[in-house]
């Protein structure tokens, strides 16, 4: 009969221990718990174990440590790395060293069951080795808890040990070239240059001799483009929905033969970068339109990789907000607070511009006024510029009928729910996420009057006042 495999869990929580044995057992696995590091490698070092759950921080010791050691001396035994510290320097650090997995606490248990499955159950790969752990200090301000967030380190951390092509997608403002630099910051090529061409930037008859370089006449000889200045490096490719198709062509070219040739000259050059290309357009409906070929969207989106707008992680907005203040005191905007109310309605506002739009809001705040509380009525006051309530659309200039762009809103969910990213009470976030808007701009319509808002919604005005109360709704009286 074969023995049931053996799981090996360090953390210093009991509560977590006594979850994590109660649950494992259930499983059909044995199951030893400890709350320190160094019985953990004792074990290691004596046999024990067919798998190892580790936190982080223990009182006498360093999971992302013990990575390291466990690797060297069982390789074959995999390490799946549990941590409250969920950063993106934590999941990077964690998968360089070689751990399985990367878990952010607080971890949905499914999720956990299923990773030992595939830990236990995977054939070990002789490339599976880990990379140089020497990364650099977390200085991006890639900043989130929330569960999306964590399905974007993970992705970034598995993508650092290698150099495949990248397509990141995402609405504007929310942090598209940020994903890029860490890519290339806590990857293979950091030590290389990291090159950004903005696509919607350059004139199109200019973006080839940009991108590949040109002869120069006489004896001035080549004038090296993008290409050639990443050399070593990343290079990254924005707004590449907005690239003139003869420039694809080249571009393909020189994905499918690693070379190419600057714009009159004919001699080959080595094209020895990694790409990385980001657009906040529907690069599909362009391949339909024409405007965009269909083998160079292959050819790019090897690794695609979305980023969610703002109002889909509305949980991690005082993160980025306290995070941006802390920016303006550092750069002598002396030191402000949010008060509850003011970050009810951060929680609240729809953010079309993205993080973008928050960070703008936040140095305006900082810059325009000297109090030290940020009060709701102030954050009121700079959220009312039209410029910015413009992205609310005429419903009679809307071609798309809602039923098309709520469907189109579910499968970017479901989506996410194939690529990993555990899926928890659709059905409530969903309603949610149409319910709000709908209330808080009826309510602007009305200006506040909760008997005209339910009358035009056709809700009891009780019902309509609990809804206000459960989606966290802000209502100020008289604001237009």
């Known amino acids: 009969m074969t023995p049931l495999p ?45 798998l190892v759950i580790t936190d982080v921080a223990m009182p006498d010791g360093n999971g992302l440590e013990l990575v390291t050691r466990i690797r060297q001396i069982r390789p074959d035994l995999r390490v799946i790395v549990m941590s409250a510290q969920s950063t993106l320097t934590t999941a990077v650090k964690a998968t360089q060293r070689g751990a399985f997995e990367y878990l952010a606490k607080p971890f949905d248990l499914k999720e956990l069951l299923a990773v030992v499955a595939r830990a236990l159950t995977t054939p070990v790969q002789e490339a599976e080795k880990p990379a140089s752990p020497q990364t650099p200090e977390e200085r991006l301000p890639l900043i989130g808890q929330s569960v999306v967030m964590q399905g974007i380190y993970r992705s970034i951390a598995r993508l650092t040990t290698s150099d495949l092509t990248v397509m990141i997608t995402g609405e504007s403002g929310t942090g598209k070239e940020l994903v890029a630099r860490a890519l290339h910051e806590y990857g293979r090529r950091r030590s290389g240059p990291f090159i950004a061409v903005n696509m919607a930037a350059i004139p199109r008859e200019q973006i080839e001799s940009e991108l590949f370089g040109y002869e120069r006449g006489g004896n001035l000889g080549r004038m090296p483009g993008r290409f050639e200045q990443a050399s070593g490096g990343t290079l990254f490719l924005d707004e590449i929905g907005d690239m003139p198709q003869e420039a694809q062509t080249r571009l393909l070219r020189v994905l499918q033969e690693g070379e190419f040739t600057t714009v009159g000259g004919s001699t080959p050059l080595h094209a020895d970068v990694r790409i990385v290309a980001a657009t906040h357009r529907d690069l599909r409906q362009a391949i339909q339109a024409g405007t965009f070929r269909e083998d160079l969207y292959y050819r790019l989106n090897v690794v695609p990789l979305r980023l969610p707008p703002l109002r889909e992680r509305r949980e991690d907005i005082p993160l980025l907000a306290r995070h941006f203040l802390a920016q303006c005191r550092e750069a002598g905007g002396g030191y402000r607070t949010l008060d509850e109310e003011a970050m009810t309605r951060l929680r609240a506002w729809r953010w079309p511009g993205n993080v973008r739009e928050l960070e703008n809001l936040i140095r305006r705040i900082v810059a325009l006024y000297s109090q030290e509380t940020i009060t709701a009525e102030l954050v009121d006051a700079e959220l009312a510029d039209p410029l910015e309530n413009d992205f609310v659309p005429d419903c009679r200039q809307v071609a798309e009928p809602l039923v098309d762009s709520v469907s189109r809103h579910i499968a970017r969910y479901l ?53 206000i109360r459960d989606l966290e709704i802000p209502v100020v009286r008289g604001v237009v």
């Open 6 to 50: 053996t799981i090996l869990v360090a953390d210093d929580d009991r509560s977590i221990r006594t979850v994590l044995g109660q649950a494992l057992g259930r499983a059909g696995y044995q199951v030893q718990v400890t709350p320190y590091a160094s019985t953990l490698w004792q074990w290691v070092q004596e046999g024990e174990g067919d």
């Open 415 to 467: 989506e996410a729910g194939r690529e990993g990213m555990p899926l928890h009470d659709l059905h409530a976030r969903i309603i949610a996420e149409v319910e709000r808007p709908l209330i808080q701009m009826t309510l602007t319509e009305t200006r506040g009057n909760q008997i005209k808002a339910a009358a035009m919604l056709g809700l009891n005005r009780n019902t309509l006042r609990k809804k």
